[in-house]
């Protein structure tokens, strides 16, 4: 067997073989002789995947009458047990084996040991190369992996001559891999069926074999100066600074990206004769093989680490570039991806998306607001997630059991398929209130507004069953521009939604950029090291006041002939309030002056979302047409808790006293100034928490379209009045729970969550 430099002779008569004119097959009897002389053994033999079972194909020592006779299926055998793991199987003797089987027609009575290596093409098996020899011998590492570099090459000449049907080939893999089950965290509930799509695609290495060492290992030096550079950039982006969860991961690559082993590991497998591509990607699967042997969790998700590193390795030197949201979903697709930022998501093509699973994430993080908003059920804070999941995998995702079902089994299937009829039915039930009005049965009335920020949602309001939208997310259309946009493309989203709308009632915010809505065309000069905290939303936008005036002459052209409501976000300070209001009436004073139609009316609201803003509530209040409470920030800065961190994702809860009091206060505080309050964060959604909202008074909501119906009918059902009262006493009660209080007094009244 070869020792390293061997693997290059290998390599070059491969070449050769490659380059030959002759037919798959004849190249394919080339390859096993080669393989045999080299590698000094008796028996080197290929089994093919053809019409879902290994095929003899090609032998150099076996019997020649058994070439296309002999077959196994997958896990049968020694063969068929490699393909179906994926992994290289060597032993001093065969025989021995529980799984091996004795084919007479092959005439391989003589031969002890035997080593065999999975041909794999995405992540699929597509056949099995194997040695045997005449004496019992242990094959040493070095052997095994001049196999695998053999099957590298094997895989490519097999796939240009198409000799095995690729699809077949990943779902015999998916069958083979077996179904299981991963938790996750609930971001977004819902449930969608697909196949797994990587956010950053896999790259296939389509050229093993190179003859050009030098230019080989050029390519590979610039390649790891450009991954170098990436992750170099990377640290210094706000969102990655010091003390993050990113920033521990950045730490990781860039120790990697210095790592010299794992180039000088790359750069001997170029010297072997592979392509840089190919090169890494053995060493890839070398660490693979690795990873899936520790157990230790810290290692794994190191390896994992080195594993995404390797995708963006290939990536540069592939030139495959480009996220799968612009390479298109062809099929209905699950994403797969670490983590992902707002404007990634809203790339993806809304038809295909039937569900996300991110690896991080947390509940208030703005990308699952989006997927809220596109209707797309996310799981968050799966682990493990990449290294169980291939491209190409089936999945459900079930958000709201916190599960993704990997490569379902057909009942599975059925029971999925029978949970989606179940939750139709209960759209049906929702469906049948939707038009009614959300009226407790002590007869109070609850106003539901929806969270918007795409022209689509508003056409949805009376499907949703809405009131109105009480926060459209201006900032959604600024996220998914390359480049500002212009006034006209507002106005002309202005007015697309208002005409949606109707008669119903819309409130505009103001853009909300900065923190984990980052646009790189209004990156500040200076980066913040706590964004979410920083240059942001009106703090962003009084500094630029060319953006914030173009923006309301964009709102008041919209909304003309009719009232424009519009509010600001992250006011900390009245006199902020007071300047930015002052900042649109100056334009509506211009268009008025130059006659151009303004609105009938403008309303002004405030977010209160920053806790120093509820201390001088009696200064803004008189300044106000109304406010709405933004419990997303509201509780990160109450907190001090990152709402995107999924660390603290779930470690504060909103039933807490600390929320519900000074909720209670800004409401108490409205109703003495007649101001009219809405509770616009994602916490009005979810239907406890929403009770809870209405026990300390708020009576407008605004959530997500999805949680109407449910909300809606939640209200129908409950008494609210002696939940208030109860509310009262424990919230002046230390100590209580009051989630448990809460969820078993609604019980009591016959209310299901
Ligand atoms: C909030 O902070 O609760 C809110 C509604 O605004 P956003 O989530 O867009 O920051
Ligand atoms: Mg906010």
Redesign the pocket.
């Known amino acids: 067997m070869p020792p390293a430099s061997a693997a290059r002779i290998i390599l070059r008569r491969l070449h050769d073989v490659m380059a030959g004119k002759a037919a798959a097959q004849a190249k394919l009897n080339q390859v096993v002789k080669i393989v045999a002389d080299e590698l000094g053994s008796e028996v080197a033999s290929i089994y093919l995947l053809r019409d879902g079972v290994l095929e003899l194909y090609a032998t150099f020592g076996l019997a020649q009458t058994a070439v296309h006779v002999t077959k196994l299926s997958m896990g049968q055998g020694l063969v068929g047990n490699i393909a179906a793991r994926r992994e290289p199987l060597s032993l001093a003797e065969a025989k021995a084996h529980p799984d091996f089987v004795y084919r007479p027609e092959t005439g391989e009575d003589d031969f002890h040991s035997f080593c065999g290596v999975p041909i794999v093409r995405r992540e699929a098996a597509i056949g099995v190369l194997a040695v045997q020899h005449r004496e019992p011998r242990a094959y040493e590492e070095i052997e095994i992996e001049g196999l695998q570099t053999v099957a590298m090459v094997l895989s490519e000449l097999i796939h240009g001559a198409a000799l095995v049907d690729d699809a077949q080939a990943m779902r015999m893999r998916a069958a083979n891999s077996g179904p299981m089950r991963m938790n996750g965290l609930k971001l977004v509930d819902g449930l969608g069926r697909g196949l797994a799509v990587f956010h950053q695609p896999r790259v296939v290495v389509e050229h093993t074999v190179s003859d050009d060492v030098d230019l080989e290992r050029t390519r590979l030096v610039d390649a790891f100066r450009r991954m170098r550079e990436q992750i170099d950039s990377m640290m210094g982006q706000s969102e990655f600074l010091a003390g993050t969860d990113h920033h521990e991961i950045l730490e990781t690559y860039k120790m990697f990206a210095y790592d010299e082993g794992w180039s000088r590991r790359i750069n001997e497998a170029i010297e072997t004769g592979l392509t840089a591509e190919a090169a890494v990607e053995r060493v890839q699967s070398r660490n693979r093989l690795r990873m899936r042997s520790i157990d230790d969790p810290y290692l794994r998700e190191r390896l994992t680490d080195l594993d995404d590193l390797s995708n963006r390795l290939l990536r540069i030197l592939s030139g495959q570039l480009g996220t799968a949201a612009q390479l298109g979903l062809q099929a209905d697709a699950i994403l797969i991806a670490r983590n992902l930022g707002p404007a990634e998501l809203l790339e993806y093509d809304k038809r295909h998306l039937k569900g996300v699973v991110l690896e991080e994430g947390s509940l208030?993080a703005?990308v699952i607001?989006v997927a809220r908003a596109m209707g797309v059920p996310v799981l968050g804070r799966v682990e493990q997630l990449f290294s169980q999941v291939n491209d190409g995998d089936e999945l459900i995702v079930d958000a709201g059991n916190g599960a993704l079902l990997v490569r379902p089994t057909a009942a599975t299937i059925k029971s999925y398929q029978a949970m989606r009829v179940l939750k139709a039915r209960q759209a049906e039930q929702w469906a049948k209130v939707r038009d009614l009005p959300a009226i407790s049965r002590d007869g109070r009335h609850i106003a539901l507004y929806m969270n918007a920020g795409l022209l689509d949602d508003a056409a949805s309001i009376p499907l949703a069953g809405a009131d109105g939208i009480g926060?459209f997310?201006t900032e959604f259309q600024f996220l998914v521009s390359a480049t500002l946009p212009r006034r006209e493309r507002q106005q002309a989203l202005y007015q697309g939604v208002l005409d949606a709308a109707g008669d119903k009632p819309v409130v505009f915010r103001t853009v909300?950029i900065g923190g984990d809505k980052a646009v790189p065309y209004l990156a500040g000069d200076v980066e913040d090291e706590n964004p979410a905290m920083g240059w942001r939303a009106l703090r962003l936008a009084l500094g630029r006041t060319g953006l914030m005036k173009v923006q309301a002459r964009a709102l008041l052209e919209a909304a003309a002939g009719r009232t424009l409501s519009v509010m600001f976000?992250m006011v900390s300070e009245p006199w902020e309030f007071a300047e930015a209001r002052a900042l649109v009436e100056a334009q509506r004073e211009r268009l008025a002056a130059s006659g151009r139609p303004v609105p009938t009316g403008v309303e002004y609201g405030a977010m209160i979302?920053v806790p120093a803003l509820i201390e001088q509530l009696d200064v803004l209040l008189p300044m106000v047409d109304f406010v709405s409470i933004?419990?997303?920030?509201?509780t990160q800065f109450l907190f001090a808790a990152d709402r995107a961190n999924p660390r603290l994702a779930d470690r504060y809860d909103w039933l807490s006293p600390a929320i519900l009091r000074v909720i209670r206060r800004v409401v108490c505080a409205a109703a003495e100034h007649d101001v009219p309050v809405t509770v616009?964060?994602e916490m009005g959604g979810r239907p406890l928490e929403a009770l809870a909202l209405m026990a300390i008074g708020v009576e407008q909501l605004s959530i997500t379209p999805a949680g109407i119906g449910p909300i809606k009918a939640m209200v129908r059902a409950a008494t609210l009045e002696p939940l208030a009262e109860s509310m009262l006493a424990w919230l002046a009660t230390p100590g209580v729970n009051i989630r448990a209080e809460l969820l078993s007094a609604a019980k009591r009244q016959g209310l299901s969550f």
Do not use: A
């Open positions: 208030t703005h607001i926060l997310r909300d976000p979302e933004g419990t997303n920030d509201l616009c964060g």
